[in-house]
């Protein structure tokens, strides 16, 4: 196999993942820290690229990323305020419930505003071009998302290890009702994280807007997988959601980009065509089901004591 | 007394359901949401356009039609169809898109013996030996569109050629047919799942299996985002790409742009066809919605007109299916591409033309630039067994 092609495999794979990360991250701080199964967070996702969407034609793309994650940190906010605050002390199951209908909430609302069928969003004009790699040409649209990827990861890293601010997360995350004996305010502390993450969310559906498609119900299917991430890397490690989000990432791309051409060797086409996806799909969850056995915390649980 | 009283509302009743069959009753069930509802909406405005120019009425009847959103899903698309059958009691149903969704309803259309006109699904499945009374296709047959472009890439004598589409029945239609006239090397066939949007992994496969050509049937959402992406992966100006109407009409231009130029694609309609229907068609659907009609829309359009034909053919008699189904199958009217026929198995015989992407005056839209085939009829019309 040639080593352009599994290197543009491996920077497709990365592209994925750091998009996955984004979403992970929120998640996991919310599940870890808030103790909250969010199901409304692809909702975020979803939000933040209608309005990248809505924004862009009149500010350009840029812009309109910033403003749409200035939005969706405030509509997160509100919604803490006003909704998920009143969520933490009940039991999962409510959680999954009232979070479920805030989704289906969200989806018809947007369907409202912005009809039923997707709305156009363009990559920027100045990143259409293909950029020329030893050996292949890549989208330069793609290495832009997995240096913003990378650039956020890294401002995560910084904010959760080296500020107060983080400081009171990983405590949070660890142990939720000594930091509150130590007298870190929980209500405002909560509230930020919930908007951080929904800033996160609205920064992977504008740069994946343009890939993909902006739709309703867009966020549904990344959430199942953001998910697997957070289980796999440890509920509330960032650490953990950016090592998850690299092996669920690559495994998904790998498994889409390899297994069909295998498969083709054995089976027709159409056959090959259906198992390569759902082969691929099944060794995701095959992953973390093996690491569910062998680390049943996932592979850098944040909880310090169990 | 009682009784007599409950029978005397009943027949009122029934003689007012009687009077109201001088409606003709339509069901319209299609895909209006989600990647693939750009193809649904384009044939509902076209429908809609041909009962405004036939002044509401199809065949002098006034006509009551119900919208329902299949969501590309076969349940969905079941239980409207349902719906239509057995509450509304519709005299004719259309409007799905997706060949998997028509093969879920087919039974239930067929056992309820109420005529079915598709505007766009022409499965393989309902060509040949499993063709039926009251299926009816205005469009074409599935691989028609695929087998023009498979005869003029094997025309221009590219050596092997990479093939993709969607995996499911269309989509194993579309390669089938595209191979039946396409005689060189397929360097690779490719399915991919249908609705994706993201194909960075398939792309990166192509590069690397440098083939002379690319054929892909990508409907709606997926072939805008194939499409762009391919253009943005530098590999449009490689490898020439070859694509069927679905995949560059006027909903899939306005999304990608520019990078459209150039880009050949087949056709059984195009908007320079000249006929009195086209010309109508063409400028009062720009003048109605604002953009270009795609080939979905002038299909939505003569859905209406054949519907139309057939209740004047029986002087608005419905009762009488027999009669009906006749007029349907011998019907002769001037559709948006010229005089329409059916073949023996109700799929329509015609030509398929050859278009290119270009810039006309200040915009990008198809420009004709010739006919692949003449009169053309479907592989599967002589296996022909009419149930």
């Known amino acids: 196999m040639p080593l352009d092609l599994i290197l543009e495999q491996l920077l497709n794979g990365v592209q994925f993942s750091l998009m996955l990360f984004l979403l992970a991250a929120g998640l996991t701080l919310i599940f870890g820290v808030m103790d909250l199964i969010n199901l409304a967070h692809g909702s975020l996702y979803m939000i933040g690229a209608y309005l990248t969407a809505t924004f862009a034609p009149h500010v350009g793309f840029f812009p309109a990323v910033v403003l749409a994650i200035l939005g969706t940190m405030l509509i997160g906010g509100l919604l803490e305020v006003t909704i998920i605050r009143r969520l933490y002390a009940r039991t999962h199951l409510t959680q999954v419930l009232s979070t479920f209908a805030l989704m289906l909430i969200a989806n018809e609302v947007v369907r409202m505003i912005w009809g039923a069928q997707p709305i156009a969003l363009s990559a920027p004009e100045s990143l259409s071009q293909p950029v020329q790699l030893p050996g292949f040409k890549y989208s330069a649209y793609r290495l832009f998302i997995i240096a913003a990827g990378l650039g956020v990861g890294a401002g995560l890293y910084y904010l959760v290890n080296k500020t107060r601010v983080g400081m009171w997360l990983r405590a949070g995350a660890s142990n939720r009702e000594m930091t509150r004996a130590m007298g870190v305010k929980i209500g405002p502390l909560y509230t930020l994280i919930f908007a951080l993450g929904a800033g996160l969310c609205a920064l992977a559906g504008a740069l994946l807007g343009p890939l993909l498609s902006v739709q309703v119900g867009m966020g549904e299917n990344i959430l199942i997988l953001a998910f697997v991430v957070v289980v796999i890397g440890g509920i509330g490690s960032i650490k953990g959601a950016f090592i998850g989000s690299l092996l669920v990432g690559i495994l998904d791309t790998a498994g889409r980009a390899f297994l069909p051409t295998w498969l083709t060797a054995l089976f027709n086409p159409q056959l090959a065509g259906s198992f390569g996806p759902a082969l691929a799909s099944i060794a995701i969850y095959v992953l973390m089901a093996a690491v569910l056995f062998f680390k049943p915390r996932g592979l850098f649980p944040a909880r310090g004591t169990g | ?387």
Request: aromatic share 10%; hydrophobic share 40%.
């Open chain 2, 1 to 387: 007394m009682h009784n007599f009283m409950k029978l005397a509302a009943l027949t009122v009743l029934l003689s007012a359901s009687a009077l109201a069959q001088n409606a003709v009753k339509v069901g319209f069930v299609s895909t209006l949401s989600g990647p693939g509802s750009g193809l649904g909406v384009d044939a509902r405005d076209g429908f809609n356009l041909a009962l405004k120019h036939l002044g509401n009425k199809l065949g002098g009847l006034p006509v009551e039609i119900s919208f329902s959103d299949d969501k590309q899903d076969a349940d969905t698309a079941r239980q409207a169809v349902d719906k239509a059958i057995k509450r509304d009691k519709v005299d004719f149903l259309t409007g799905i898109i997706f060949s998997n969704l028509l093969l879920a309803v087919g039974d239930t259309v067929f056992d309820s013996k109420t005529p079915y006109i598709s505007l766009n699904a022409g499965p393989s499945q309902y060509a040949g030996s499993g063709c039926n009374a009251y299926f009816y296709n205005v469009a074409w047959q599935n691989d028609n569109l695929h087998e023009a472009m498979g005869k003029y890439v094997n025309s221009r004598k590219f050596s092997d050629v990479y093939i993709l589409a969607p995996n499911y029945p269309a989509g194993k239609d579309a390669l089938t047919g595209f191979k039946r006239f396409f005689k060189g090397k397929i360097t690779a066939e490719v399915y991919t799942k249908v609705n994706q949007l993201d194909f960075a992994a398939e792309i990166a496969q192509i590069r690397a299996a440098r083939p002379k050509a690319v054929y892909t049937f990508q409907p709606g959402g997926s072939g805008i985002n194939f499409i762009k992406q391919y253009a943005e992966a530098g590999l449009l100006k490689e490898i020439p790409l070859f694509l069927p109407g679905f995949s560059a009409d006027a909903d899939v231009i306005k999304a990608v742009g520019p990078n459209m130029v150039g880009i050949f694609n087949t056709s059984q309609w195009a908007m320079e066809l000249s006929n009195p229907t086209n010309a109508k068609f063409v400028a009062d659907f720009k003048a109605t919605y604002g953009r270009n009609p795609s080939l979905y829309a002038a299909q939505g359009y003569d859905a209406a007109l054949l519907m139309s034909e057939a209740v004047k053919d029986v002087k608005g008699n419905l009762s009488d299916g027999a009669a009906l189904r006749k007029a349907l199958e011998n019907t002769s009217f001037i559709s948006t591409h010229g005089a329409f026929k059916f073949n023996k198995n109700h799929y329509p015989v015609q030509d398929i033309y050859l278009r290119q992407v270009a810039k006309v005056g200040g915009s990008i839209q198809n420009r004709l630039v010739g006919k692949v085939f003449s009169n053309h009829e479907d592989a599967y019309a002589k296996d022909r067994k009419m149930k």
